[in-house]
């Protein structure tokens, strides 16, 4: 045996071929089966228990092939310890990001999670909320995904906007993340600036709206409709893709270009279609950023590698799903404790190579 593990004792039965116990692996390492317990079941207590010895407990487990009887668990704390994740749909950027950070925070408390997409059809969200209650899950988390009512069980909302009782709304700060994006764009002598508004289906669409507008009115920037377009394909439909999302931007790039009014910079709903827009620019003869500086929004993976490199508005998606996680299981855990409607998340201007000094000083 690995000494830097533990050492053989008197203590140590051989294999007789029976399903190894909780106290076997006690027995082995010399410890109660109370603390083999809290650290085999994430239990947040396991957090006094010294690194060291968890780490000691996870190696005898495995080396004696142990594994935690979930069942036995749930019967006996009469608990199914599942929360149930509803989402428009699950792809890369977005989706992937929040769903990353509720999954480590789930993970480390001994939860599992159930996930579904719904396509933004009302009547296949309501299915599924009735299937995850049948599956007996304790609370649901919900991303991108407006409600109109409360729920029967405790929730969480990721990009909820709506104050609905009982559910608490974890949502990135809109008025700052505007300000960040429209200022740097202002500071680079950027006056006429075209936007793509979201989708109609998107949570976010109509808070970072407003947003924008009440920072262009601070900065003294005019908005000008025909450099407005909104984005019209639906981000949750059954066809929808991150490809589909880079050719609706290419697409819309190509529109913003037929309008004929001069801009030299765009600020993008998300990653994706500001991607496309600068393909479609590109692809027409303007250099990026020398003829048009283009701004994103979520700094998804492929960002940083574009070419140029996007400069964007960073959603800390892995911690927005990891914070409603974690207000998900501290409403589990103390169900008469009031709730804080929201959680905001402050985020970040990340500059990279798409924005420049505007052209002849804009």
């Known amino acids: 045996m690995n000494p830097a593990r533990g050492t053989s004792s008197p203590r140590d039965e051989p294999n007789t071929g029976k399903p190894t116990r909780l106290k076997d692996v006690a027995a082995h390492l010399g410890l109660s089966p109370t603390t083999v317990s809290l650290v085999m079941n994430r239990s947040p207590a396991a957090k006094g228990i010294p690194p060291e010895t968890q780490e000691r407990v996870r190696a005898a487990a495995e080396e004696l092939g142990y594994r935690p009887n979930f069942i036995a668990r749930s019967l006996r704390r009469q608990r199914t310890f599942a929360v149930g994740v509803l989402l428009p ?62 729920l029967a069980l405790p929730a969480v909302a990721v990009a909820g906007h709506r104050e609905i009782g009982g559910v608490t709304n974890v949502v990135i700060d809109h008025e700052m993340a505007a300000r960040l994006a429209l200022a740097h764009l202002a500071e680079l002598g950027h006056r006429r600036i075209a936007f793509f508004k979201g989708h109609a289906h998107s949570a976010d669409t109509e808070s970072r709206w407003r947003a924008i507008v009440a920072a262009s009115a601070d900065l003294g920037l005019e908005i000008d409709p025909r450099l407005t377009l909104q984005l019209s394909g639906d981000p949750a439909g059954e066809e929808f893709s991150p490809e589909e999302g880079y050719r609706e931007g290419d697409v819309f790039g190509r529109k913003l270009l037929e309008v004929g009014t001069p801009f030299t910079a765009l600020f993008a709903f998300n990653d994706v279609s500001a991607i496309g827009a600068m393909r479609a620019f590109s692809e027409s003869g303007l250099r990026i950023p020398d003829d048009a500086s283009v701004v994103g929004f979520d700094d998804i993976l492929s960002a940083a590698f574009q070419n140029p490199s996007l400069t964007t508005v960073r959603q800390p998606l892995h911690e927005m799903g990891r914070r409603a996680a974690a207000e998900l299981l501290r409403k589990l855990a103390a169900p008469g404790e009031e709730s804080p409607p929201a959680i905001t998340i402050e985020p970040e201007l990340v500059v990279r190579d798409s924005t420049g000094p505007a052209r002849g000083g804009g």
């Open 89 to 150: 749909e699950i792809s890369e950027g977005y989706a992937a990001g929040v769903l990353g950070g509720i999954e480590d925070q789930l993970l480390q408390e001994g939860y599992f999670y159930l996930v579904a997409g719904h396509h933004s059809k009302p009547d296949l969200f309501d299915d599924y909320l009735q299937l995850l209650t049948e599956r007996s899950v304790e609370g649901l988390i919900l991303v991108n995904t407006p409600i109109e009512d409360a």
